[in-house]
């Protein structure tokens, strides 16, 4: 693939370098440079373009040396550009260690002072630079990424003598954007995009996100949140936007405040400190973790020892574990499948966490049952339809895929097991917050991706990685459904409209 690199000063083409497969063009200083520049870009060969060099700082966070990536760039007639497949630089430029903004940049026909940067910065622009808007016309249609290396702060003069050092270093900067954008060039190229379905929210996410929306509605910001709702970062980051406040413990809530579960659900120990300290509570566990609650007191009643299936420190097993306190031994893996020890191994009986990888626990059970043949298990599966539906969605995608992206956070369990669900078939599988999680040296050779999502993660995430993943090339998208859901929980009393 070649990459046609456009840069405004010979500084920065030195900066940027070369590599064998990269065309890199000079185009000089403004507005008429670019423009001659992009004119004569559009008539080189080549599978991508790159505006390289150095830039302003808008926003007044940005520091000297910081890299800013370019959702968009915006040019002084009103003209806007969007950049979606710059956010596949991000990872692997944060992970040479520099600082990356991603966002908007404007390019202006003359040197911008603070109080115009400070006006720009309120527009949503976090940086500004005097050619990228009209070298995007050099694109042409081609994939197009701007990487720009701040030298002067929001607050200070070009002309400041600090900004010749300041040049300085943004050089060196730039110089290490060179193998991050190496890669991005490597991962140009038209794909096919798989994506599974049933994928991204289900019931018990949707019903949790939906109450702690409603409870803002009927009793107003602030409403504390035990715990994150769902684990999803983007999922938390949104509601704490709209008001919400998540705490770890039930002392970081004023008294008589009100106070949400999340969809994780909590033992009963908390639900007493909540009544003791006068808490309006909403209970946001999902009804099918709730089944397990009832299950784990149905069986602890009778004097079972109950195996509970789970990981250590999830949010899930802890309240589960807390109905039965005393008799519940916590079984991670087959190691611990074959050491546990009842007090009676005629009264046993086993329950799961609801978002374990499948294939692993029906191992872990089957080694429980040949120590223990009186093994008594849950009416009914314990890990949820959700999870069953979209592993099983992951799995048939993976087998004609090259790699598989899968959406979810790193604090999501069912998320987590996704990607162990597509490595066992072979296939190379990721786990991203969202595009900016992508390293774009994955993408390398890579012409059909899978996409999923875990039962947390916003399906706008999914959309966003199609859109990035279209900026590097064409793209066909196909959709493998193998299930459809229509499962919905109904709103708690206390919050349901009349």
Not at 165 to 178: F, K, N, Q, Y
Request: hydrophobic share 45%; aromatic share 4%; with cysteine.
């Amino acid at each position: 693939m070649t990459l046609l690199v456009l840069t405004a000063l010979r500084a920065e083409a030195a900066a940027i370098g070369r590599e064998p497969d990269w065309v890199v063009l000079r185009t000089g200083m403004g507005r008429e440079g670019a423009r001659i520049g992009a004119a004569r870009a559009q008539a080189v060969e080549a599978e991508g373009v790159a505006v390289v060099g150095v830039c302003g700082a808008a926003a007044p966070e940005l520091r000297t040396g910081d890299v800013v990536v370019a959702s968009e760039v915006r040019d002084p007639d009103g003209n806007v550009v969007p950049t979606p497949g710059g956010a596949f630089l991000v990872r692997a430029l944060r992970e040479a260690g520099l600082t990356v903004h991603l966002g908007p940049i404007a390019s202006v026909d003359h040197i911008a002072g603070p109080r115009e940067r400070a006006a720009l910065a309120a527009e949503g622009v976090i940086a500004v630079d005097m050619e990228s808007g009209w070298l995007a016309d050099a694109a042409a249609g081609r994939p197009l990424v701007i990487v720009r290396v701040v030298v002067d702060v929001a607050g200070r003069s070009v002309r400041d003598p600090r900004t010749l050092v300041a040049g300085t270093h943004a050089l060196w900067v730039l110089h290490r954007v060179h193998a991050p954008l190496a890669a991005w060039g490597r991962a140009l190229g038209d794909r096919q995009i798989v994506l599974a379905a049933p994928r991204s929210f289900c019931a018990g996410v949707d019903w949790a996100i939906k109450i702690v929306e409603r409870t803002l509605e009927q009793r107003g910001a602030p409403v504390y949140v035990r715990k994150q709702i769902v684990h999803n970062e983007h999922v938390v980051r949104d509601l704490e936007q709209r008001g919400a406040i998540f705490v770890d413990e039930l002392d970081e809530v004023p008294p008589g405040a009100t106070v949400v579960f999340s969809a994780h659900g909590v033992s009963p120990a908390v639900r007493r400190d909540a009544e003791r300290r006068r808490l309006d509570v909403i209970d946001a566990m999902c009804p099918l973790v709730g089944k397990v609650h009832a299950e784990a007191r149905r069986f602890a009643a009778d004097g079972s020892t109950i195996f509970f299936i789970g990981h250590e420190g999830h949010e899930e097993v802890e309240g589960t574990m807390g109905e039965a306190e005393g008799s519940m031994e916590l079984v991670q893996d087959l190691v611990d499948a074959e050491h546990v020890l009842p007090p009676d191994p005629e009264r046993v009986a086993y329950l799961t966490q609801t978002t374990l990888a499948v294939e692993e626990t029906s191992a872990i059970v089957n080694a429980l049952r040949r120590r223990f043949p009186a093994l008594r298990g849950p009416r009914s599966d314990d890990i949820c339809y959700a999870t069953s539906n979209r592993q099983h969605a992951a799995r048939t995608i993976a087998r004609e895929c090259d790699l598989v992206l899968v959406a979810g956070s790193a604090t999501s369990s069912n998320s987590k097991r996704l990607v162990e669900v597509v490595e066992r078939e072979g296939t190379p599988a990721y786990l991203v917050d969202d595009e900016t999680h992508v390293d774009a040296a994955w993408l390398a050779g890579a012409s059909t991706i899978g996409l999923t999502a875990g039962a947390s993660a916003p399906e706008h995430v999914v959309q966003r990685l199609v859109t990035s993943l279209g900026a590097l090339g064409t793209v066909e998208v196909d959709e493998r459904t193998t299930t459809t859901e229509d499962l919905h929980f109904r709103l708690p009393k206390e919050i349901a409209r009349p």
